[in-house]
């Protein structure tokens, strides 16, 4: 089965870019898209957005001017990375694996990190 | 963007009660709706999706319905591993969005 695990800073100063990697093991890489979805505390979930193994994204419109999202294949590896962080952008971040077609539901997701804002 | 409005935010119910959770899209999405269930720390976990299909390995109690713009979750005989936030996530369309979540307690 597909497992998926997240890496990276858990605190970020203000105005700086947020920077996740995300492992996957154990499936094809190129079955899903593989996304970034958020959860500040105590709140509902966003979706970030997702790459295809090719390279092709797909991006939030609330935090496209933001954010970009990379993948490297030789590694089994998506990374996220925010920039200009505030205070808005603490959350737990999750990666996933999303189904590809019309099937956009998320399945796995990674155990999720989470990422403070320092002032 | 397609908003998600779930109802209630929280229901309170014993151990062997019926619990339905509604969903509803503020417009249509046909049966491309998925509900996640997510237990405090945890990752959120995938249920049902295209609105009445049974992950595996998830129990029979749970099940959804609905289409186009209303959808319930349903969970017929309450036990308390069920206590959770639930979410429902449209597939419609982009961007992806989910409901605010309904919080289910055992009493």
Redesign the interface.
């Known amino acids: 089965q597909v497992q998926l695990h997240e890496s990276g800073p858990g605190l970020v100063k203000a105005s700086e870019t947020l920077s996740l990697t995300c492992t996957v093991s154990g499936g094809s890489f190129s079955n899903y898209y593989w996304s970034w979805i958020r959860q500040p505390p105590g709140k ?4 970030i957005g997702y790459i295809y193994y090719s390279g092709n994204t ?1 991006y ?3 935090l496209r001017s933001r954010i970009t999202i990379s993948v490297d294949t030789s590694k089994n590896q998506f990374s996220l990375k925010l920039s200009s962080v505030t205070a808005a952008d603490r959350a737990v971040y ?1 990666c ?1 694996a ?2 590809m077609g ?11 990190t989470l990422v403070t804002v320092s002032s | 963007d397609i908003q998600m409005t779930q109802s209630p935010s929280s229901v309170s119910a014993s151990v062997g009660d019926r619990v339905t959770i509604s969903c509803r899209a503020s417009q249509g999405i046909s049966s ?1 709706l ?1 509900w ?1 269930q997510q237990k405090p720390g ?5 249920l049902i ?2 609105a009445s299909s049974l ?1 595996s390995g998830v129990p029979s109690r749970f099940s959804g319905s609905g289409s186009g713009t209303d959808f319930t979750l349903t969970i017929s005989s309450l036990q308390p591993e069920d206590s959770a936030t639930y ?1 429902c ?1 449209q ?2 369309s ?8 309904t919080k289910v307690e055992i009493k």
């Open positions: 509902g979930l966003e979706w797909n939030n419109p609330s999750y996933a999303c189904g019309r099937t956009n539901w998320f399945d796995p997701w990674g155990p999720g | 491309w998925a996640y945890k990752a959120p976990k995938l999706y295209a992950q979410y996530q597939a419609n982009f961007p992806l969005t989910f409901g605010g979540g």
